[in-house]
């Protein structure tokens, strides 16, 4: 196993990739979740080192419901 930042994941790939819980997303006044663009940037990032297998799992439900909220 490799644990990694994703600044220091840039140009490299694994197989499967699990994401950290750690990713800020925020409440607007409407009580809608979203995500700062460079967060965001850095969560396509993190989201592309995978070759075969990403796992979500400790983030799904916010980005479920940021997506949701954004009608996408």
Do not use: P, Q
Request: charge should be negative; aromatic fraction near 10%.
């Amino acid at each position: 196993y490799v644990v990694s930042t994703v600044h220091r994941a840039k140009r490299l790939e694994w197989d499967g990739v699990r994401l950290a819980g750690d990713f800020r997303f925020k409440t607007d006044d409407n009580g809608d979740k979203t995500m700062v663009s460079e967060e965001m940037r850095l969560l396509y990032v993190a989201m592309t080192r995978a070759k075969c297998e990403l796992d979500i799992s400790e983030i799904r439900t916010d980005l479920y419901t940021m997506f949701r909220d954004a009608g996408v």
